[in-house]
């Protein structure tokens, strides 16, 4: 039973990382996906009538559709797609594919695509020749972030050779349309995040396998979305993961930090969780924002409570920015002629009073 748990904790790694992704500055979040435990469970555990969560199996399988479309019979649609975007040139014709048999791929278990990833890793560490695209690359990230281990499933990988040395870039495929400067920016935000995640996590495995002077990883990765009305892919390419990677190496601290409190303890993502566990998640200090409406059953009291406090995210990111850690009822009373206090309510109040440039 205990094996049991343990192998369906780590195949759910993927899923815990874009949890983390969502909302990587609520330490409640990071708890419950570094442990493994529910939000829903602890969410009914706050909250009887909290709304249960549901993924939707049409969007799980048009996902895998997808996915199997780009890659299938040697990927010449993924191929052609990063040729056309330059995330690879022109020549590249490599393709590996590092999916298990369970995702329809050639490797048997998570066990040998984790052999398989740190192998390919090191033959382009030692001058083997690949420039192309790697599906579904797997490695074991050397740092306790996730419970019981850190194994990583990264989408999709290109790697091109520059001035005789292999760098690799990161990319993340989303079946939602991409619809240029409209594209919703909390999905575009989760992706760059899990990105930058990859980013880091590639770093660390490199340097544990020694051979982080032999391999680079750029710090610009792509998007696979859809195009509007079709499975057909459009690449972003030049995304820039420099902020994403800070981002993660400060969040990859605070899964560390987290992953030590209960002795390690870790759930199995059920309705029936360890008491514990449970308490552990809400005991946490949480962080509410737009993105939480959209995936996490704690957003409603989470919403109740920011809007108790007059806090500004209650009404968006952008005003919660803009706000500037000033609470709504302290606007108000700028507003109503209360003079600021400080340098911040003065830069407030100055924002506050200023006109709207006149339309052309």
Not at 231 to 248: H, W
Request: charged share 25%.
């Amino acid at each position: 039973m205990a094996d049991s748990k343990r192998e369906r904790a780590r195949r759910e790694t993927r899923r815990r990382f874009e949890q983390w992704a969502r909302n990587p500055e609520c330490h409640s979040n990071v708890t419950s996906a570094v442990h493994n435990v529910k939000m829903g469970a602890a969410a009914r555990r706050e909250y009887p009538n909290a709304p249960r969560d549901a993924q939707s199996v049409f969007a799980l399988e048009r996902g895998n559709a997808f996915e199997a479309s780009l890659i299938n019979n040697g990927a010449p649609i993924l191929l052609e797609a990063l040729r056309g975007a330059e995330v690879i040139s022109s020549t590249s014709t490599d393709f590996a594919d590092h999916r298990t048999t369970s995702n329809g791929g050639p490797l048997a278990s998570l066990d040998a695509a984790t052999e398989a990833g740190h192998a390919f890793l090191r033959s382009l560490a030692d001058g083997i020749a690949f420039n192309g695209a790697v599906s579904s690359l797997t490695v074991r990230i050397p740092r306790g972030v996730m419970l019981p281990e850190a194994t990583l499933i990264i989408d999709v990988l290109s790697v091109q050779t520059v001035n005789g040395k292999p760098v690799i870039a990161v990319g993340e495929i989303k079946t939602y349309a991409d619809q240029g400067g409209h594209t919703h920016r909390s999905d575009l935000a989760t992706a760059r995040a899990q990105m930058g995640l990859y980013v880091h996590a590639l770093e660390i495995s490199l340097e544990d396998l020694g051979i982080a002077d032999a391999v680079s990883v750029s710090m610009q990765g792509f998007l696979i979305l859809t195009h509007p009305g079709s499975n057909q892919p459009s690449v972003r390419s030049g995304e820039d993961l420099r902020y994403q990677l800070e981002r993660a190496r400060r969040g990859f601290e605070l899964m560390e930090e987290s992953a030590i409190m209960l002795d390690g303890a870790y759930g199995d993502a059920d309705d029936d969780e360890d008491a514990d566990l449970l308490e552990l998640v809400l005991n946490a200090p949480t962080h509410f924002q737009d993105s939480c409406i959209t995936f996490c059953e704690r957003a409603d009291a989470c919403y109740k409570k920011a809007l108790a406090n007059s806090e500004g995210v209650v009404l968006g990111d952008d005003v919660a920015r803009f706000l500037n850690g000033i609470s709504l009822q302290r606007a108000e009373d700028l507003m109503n002629g209360q003079k600021p206090a400080t340098a911040s309510e003065k830069d407030l109040l100055a924002r506050l009073q200023s006109q709207l440039p006149a339309l052309p």
